[in-house]
């Protein structure tokens, strides 16, 4: 017969159960058994992970805490799967289960289903993304709406933007909603391959056309035919390859080395660079020709510093990213690291901040990322920064921190960062720190 206590608690709609210090269920009422899908005969006796197979029950225990440390825990967001292999998403609460004497005898842990506030986060954040692309900026939100009609066009696209915005992100997301997705897309970055290569890694070469050529080679470009070939970081070529370049996309033909006959194609060009092209045409640097051939439709990526309304986003999708990878369950960051990283101005963009997330990841054991799991040049900022200096003092101490924790190294410190080397030495130039 149930206990006028036992009745209470059956009446409630959250789910309450109990356990004793060897983490053996002792009581569980009739919401928190309906959710699991059991009877409650079911459940008690059993050790709670062998019926509620939580998301922290294998690292980061909520009662278990509680027990240890005598704090309670509130409305802590974790999974559970039920009896049927359904994984439901719960807010749960914790606190000391003590007899009339005050000694601690168990826990008692409260939950409640979320599913239906869970689905409607899900949707909303479902706004927010476009073909892996995540923001919530009004910059971003204009380019959603406008990038089917830019991938339908086939028209040429130059994306502009600092390193580690998203250019190839944008590049991949216009061929896979163009006509062209069923064939290749094809990148080469034209800044990492010597410009003696590139001509060949371009248009391809015939046996004999110098002497290792032992037999024919397909260039990027045959590589891509019927498809898209995405030149990034199409500023650094130099002027011999961007004369070649304007005529395969005046002509759409070129000739591969040592061809004696122009090869047709039929490829979409999608370019991407960190400089301003308009301002390399007028410094000389680069062809107007060509920038004119590229420029038909342009895109400007912002820096996530201009639109840190994305940061929190950006870290949940990367959170959720590297427990897949890495097999783990972190559920989030503490406030420390949220305030932390609202306030870096992120000279390697969200690039920077993926390595950031995965870095945290290396070393976090438990269910939220703190402080202590960042890189250290982060964790050495918190303690330098004030709330006035404003955002240019903080990168600038941001990279001085880094140059000096790899004694001057810039490789080392620009792979920290999550820049290239050539960002890296603007940034450094810009705040005269060669």
């Not at 991407?272 to 062809?287: C, I, P």
């Not at 999708?317 to 990283?341: A, P, Q, R, S, W």
Request: charged share 25%; net charge neutral.
């Amino acid at each position: 017969m149930l206990s006028n206590q036992e009745i209470i608690l059956d009446s409630i709609a959250d789910g309450v159960f109990t356990i004793n210090l060897d983490f053996k269920i002792t009581y569980i009422n009739k919401a928190a058994a309906d959710i699991l899908k059991i009877s409650p005969q079911e459940a008690v006796g059993k050790l709670c992970f062998e019926v509620f197979h939580a998301s922290i029950c294998e690292h980061s225990c909520a009662l278990r805490e509680t027990i240890n440390t005598g704090r309670n825990i509130v409305n802590k967001t974790v999974y559970i799967v039920n009896s049927i292999g359904e994984i439901i998403p719960i807010n749960i609460s914790t606190a000391l289960l003590k007899n009339e004497s005050g000694e601690i005898i168990g826990g008692v842990e409260t939950f409640r289903d979320i599913s239906e506030i869970e689905h409607l986060r899900k949707e909303i954040e479902s706004n927010y993304s476009f073909n892996d692309i995540i923001s919530k900026s009004k910059e971003f939100k204009e380019l959603f709406s406008i990038l089917p009609d830019i991938a339908v066009s086939d028209s040429t696209v130059l994306i502009e933007g600092a390193s580690g915005t998203g250019k190839e992100l944008i590049a991949r997301a216009i061929h896979n909603l163009s006509g062209r997705k069923s064939r290749p897309l094809v990148a080469i970055n034209c800044a990492a391959v010597p410009d003696n290569l590139l001509e060949s890694e371009l248009f391809g070469y015939k046996s004999g056309a110098f002497t290792d050529a032992k037999k024919d080679k397909l260039g990027k470009i045959a590589l891509a035919e019927k498809g898209t070939l995405f030149l990034d970081e199409i500023g650094e070529i130099s002027p011999a390859i961007q004369a070649k370049l304007l005529r395969f996309i005046q002509e759409r033909e070129y000739e591969p080395l040592g061809g004696l006959n122009p090869v047709k194609s039929n490829v979409r060009i999608i370019a991407a660079t960190n400089k301003n092209l308009s301002d390399e045409v007028k410094k000389g640097l680069f062809r107007e020709d060509l920038f004119y051939r590229l420029n038909v439709i342009n895109i400007k990526l912002p820096p996530l510093s201009a639109r840190r309304e994305d940061i929190p986003l950006l870290i949940s999708h990367f959170i959720k990213k590297f427990n897949y990878i890495k097999g783990k369950n972190i559920e989030g960051v503490t406030d420390e690291v949220m305030n932390i990283l609202m306030n870096y101005n992120f000279p390697g963009n969200v690039r920077e901040l993926e390595n950031i997330i995965e870095h945290a990841f290396v070393l976090c054991r438990e269910a939220y990322i703190n402080t202590k799991h960042l890189p250290q040049y982060l964790r050495a900022i918190e303690d330098t920064l004030t709330g006035s200096e404003n955002l240019e003092e903080m990168e600038k101490i941001y990279i001085a921190k880094a140059l000096s924790k790899f004694n001057g190294n810039k490789l080392k410190t620009a792979q920290a960062l999550g820049i290239n080397s050539s960002t890296l030495w603007r940034k450094m130039k810009k705040y005269n720190m060669e």
